[in-house]
């Protein structure tokens, strides 16, 4: 498959060095090249998805590229790609940094301005025009539920929370370009700071605080629980820059459902993922772990159900 890679890709973009498939990422393959001495990286789909509504990987680089032009700290997208070696991809700047969450968090020092990084980044996010991607579409609770179904097993907690988040939404907001996935993990981080924001896959039209709280969910602290945002800070300072550079004003209760939101989708996520490895669709050890995550993940829900009723 290398050596397929390679020779497709050296059509499209002259020679270049034997691709190297990178490690994490249980939903796109990333695969590293150079390429005229430039640094690129290939992200390539897989064989499935964690969510159906998950965007195209043509669609996903027509973002990146909108996000680009925002001046958003992203990697400079390159090239569109409809089939490498069956599959479609794209082609990016392969930036330096760390993006291994768990790296990340235990860094030291983690860079102090990395929490007002985040927040200055998702308010460029959410000043992109939605008119510039209008194959985006917005989210809805009942695209979690219909999933869930998908699934056909009970999993009371992940219903109970479903139904909490149903009785209890705040006063909708104006629905943004949103990333749909902005945590640590999907960063890339040096001893400066944030470098870049990965992983587009997921973005859609979204109530701005929803992009905000997800990145508060217990598993993108990565065992560093008691700095709820993604291990690495606090909120406070998180959700005052971000209000200060888009006057959206939104509020830490806003926060705290959303926080929960983002736990029953990746709970939801997680059993989808273990599906593709125990129908036979792509066997994977990581795939099956994600399965035995889904669980830790319902207890959380349980636990912030508990703290929020």
Request: glycine letters at 8%; a negative charge; aromatic letters at 6%.
């Given at each position: 498959?290398?050596?397929?890679?390679?020779?497709?890709?050296?059509?499209?973009?002259?020679?270049?060095s034997?691709?190297?498939?990178?490690?994490?990422?249980?939903?796109?393959?990333?695969?590293?090249?150079?390429?005229?001495?430039?640094?690129?990286?290939?992200?390539?789909?897989?064989?499935?998805?964690?969510?159906?509504?998950?965007?195209?990987?043509?669609?996903?680089?027509?973002?990146?590229?909108?996000?680009?032009?925002?001046?958003?700290?992203?990697?400079?997208?390159?090239?569109?790609?409809?089939?490498?070696?069956?599959?479609?991809?794209?082609?990016?700047?392969?930036?330096?940094?760390?993006?291994?969450?768990?790296?990340?968090?235990?860094?030291?020092?983690?860079?102090?301005?990395?929490?007002?990084?985040?927040?200055?980044?998702?308010?460029?996010?959410?000043?992109?025009?939605?008119?510039?991607?209008?194959?985006?579409?917005?989210?809805?609770?009942?695209?979690?539920?219909?999933?869930?179904?998908?699934?056909?097993?009970?999993?009371?907690?992940?219903?109970?929370?479903?139904?909490?988040?149903r009785?209890s939404?705040?006063?909708?907001?104006?629905?943004?370009?949103?990333?749909?996935?902005?945590?640590?993990?999907?960063?890339?981080?040096d001893e400066q700071?944030?470098?870049?924001?990965?992983?587009?896959?997921?973005?859609?039209?979204?109530?701005?605080?929803?992009?905000?709280?997800?990145?508060?969910?217990?598993?993108?602290?990565?065992?560093?629980?008691?700095?709820?945002?993604?291990?690495?800070?606090?909120?406070?300072?998180?959700?005052?820059?971000?209000?200060?550079?888009?006057?959206?004003?939104?509020?830490?209760?806003?926060?705290?459902?959303?926080?929960?939101?983002?736990?029953?989708?990746?709970?939801?996520?997680?059993?989808?993922?273990?599906?593709?490895?125990?129908?036979?669709?792509?066997?994977?050890?990581?795939?099956?772990?994600?399965?035995?995550?889904?669980?830790?993940?319902?207890?959380?829900?349980?636990?912030?159900?508990?703290?929020?009723?």
């Amino acid at each position: 498959m290398i050596s397929e890679m390679r020779e497709a890709l050296e059509a499209l973009l002259g020679p270049v060095s034997e691709p190297v498939l990178l490690a994490g990422g249980a939903s796109k393959e990333a695969w590293a090249v150079d390429a005229g001495g430039e640094p690129l990286l290939v992200r390539r789909a897989a064989v499935g998805v964690i969510h159906r509504h998950t965007l195209s990987l043509r669609d996903e680089f027509a973002v990146l590229e909108a996000a680009h032009e925002a001046g958003v700290k992203v990697p400079r997208p390159v090239l569109y790609i409809e089939d490498l070696d069956d599959r479609e991809a794209f082609v990016m700047e392969r930036i330096p940094g760390e993006t291994i969450g768990r790296r990340i968090v235990r860094m030291d020092p983690v860079p102090a301005e990395l929490p007002l990084q985040m927040a200055e980044e998702l308010a460029k996010i959410h000043a992109i025009p939605a008119e510039r991607l209008p194959f985006l579409v917005e989210a809805s609770l009942e695209r979690l539920v219909d999933e869930l179904d998908e699934v056909d097993e009970p999993h009371p907690a992940i219903e109970l929370g479903l139904w909490w988040l149903r009785e209890s939404r705040p006063e909708p907001r104006k629905s943004l370009v949103v990333h749909g996935d902005f945590r640590i993990g999907n960063l890339a981080v040096d001893e400066q700071g944030l470098v870049g924001v990965l992983d587009w896959e997921f973005a859609h039209l979204d109530d701005p605080a929803r992009d905000l709280a997800f990145g508060l969910v217990r598993a993108w602290r990565f065992g560093n629980d008691e700095l709820r945002l993604g291990g690495i800070g606090d909120v406070e300072p998180y959700l005052e820059r971000y209000n200060e550079l888009t006057g959206v004003d939104i509020r830490p209760e806003e926060l705290d459902y959303w926080e929960l939101a983002g736990n029953v989708a990746w709970a939801i996520g997680c059993l989808t993922q273990a599906r593709r490895h125990l129908t036979g669709q792509d066997r994977s050890v990581e795939l099956a772990i994600l399965g035995r995550l889904g669980a830790e993940v319902e207890y959380e829900i349980c636990h912030l159900l508990e703290t929020l009723s």
